[in-house]
Antibody, heavy 118, light 111 residues
Framework: EVQLVESGGGLVQPGGSLRLSCAAS????????MNWVRQAPGKGLEWVSY????????YYADSVKGRFTISRDNAKNSLYLQMNDLRAEDTAVYYC???????????WGRGTLVSVSS | QSALTQPASVSGSPGQSITIFCTGT?????????VSWYQQHPGKAPKLMIY???NRPSGVSDRFSGSKSGHTASLTISGLQAEDEADYYC???????????FGGGTELTVL
């Protein structure tokens, strides 16, 4: 089955860190660009970060630049998001999403909830 | 405030057609044919419904169609069904540096 499964979310204090993972299966992970997209409770979707299939090209939203790091391990069919210096406004469900090469996301995971609160 | 503007809500009766509009700028919707639409049911992940303005992925009903005129894209759902009740988001590539922007979402109610 073609799927993405996120993990690693949880409750963290402001200023803390978390590392999210996304396990891919059912397709050739190394051939696809990947993204992280988040959704704050009751709010809309917000693109967070992009990584090319090889990992050589990376982009971030201004809201997370300098605090979040995207990476991937094609041998393990996995995508990661290292989140540092977390803020209350980072509270959201984080989705990993497969990129089509034409800036649309054709496969999404179920998401993992990150809550930043003291 | 979202980069792309959508109405907060729309509604229609079963069998009717509705259209959701998504307004951007020349840096996104107006400048590129990289507009996509996503359907999201409560508590679920988004699902791609339309890509590159008007293309439907395999498995998506042909009741869903997309188009664009100038800086405004639109999603039309014909023959409304109860299962279409969901939130809908438009998205576009943008040259502003953010790369991808979303609309604020539109809640569709099937009366």
């Amino acid at each position: 089955e073609v799927q993405l499964v996120e993990s690693g979310g949880g409750l963290v204090q402001p200023g803390g860190s978390l590392r999210l993972s996304c396990a891919a299966s059912g397709f050739t992970f190394s051939s696809y660009e990947m993204n992280w997209v988040r959704q704050a409770p009751g709010k809309g979707l917000e693109w967070v970060s992009y990584i090319s299939s090889s990992g050589s090209t990376i982009y971030y939203a201004d809201s997370v630049k300098g605090r979040f790091t995207i990476s991937r391990d094609n041998a393990k069919n996995s995508l990661y998001l290292q989140m540092n210096d977390l803020r209350a406004e980072d509270t959201a469900v984080y989705y990993c999403a497969r990129d089509s090469l034409e800036w649309y996301f054709d496969l999404w995971g179920r998401g993992t909830l990150v809550s930043v609160s003291s | 405030q979202s980069a792309l503007t959508q109405p907060a809500s729309v509604s229609g009766s079963p069998g009717q057609s509705i259209t959701i509009f998504c307004t951007g700028t020349s840096s996104d919707v107006g400048g590129y044919n990289y507009v996509s639409w996503y359907q999201q049911h409560p508590g679920k992940a988004p699902k791609l419904m339309i890509y590159e303005v008007s293309n439907r992925p395999s498995g998506v009903s042909d009741r869903f169609s997309g188009s664009k005129s100038g800086h405004t894209a639109s999603l039309t759902i014909s023959g409304l069904q109860a299962e279409d009740e969901a939130d809908y988001y438009c998205s576009s590539y943008t040259s502003t540096g953010t790369l991808v922007v979303f609309g604020g979402g539109t809640e569709l109610t099937v009366l």
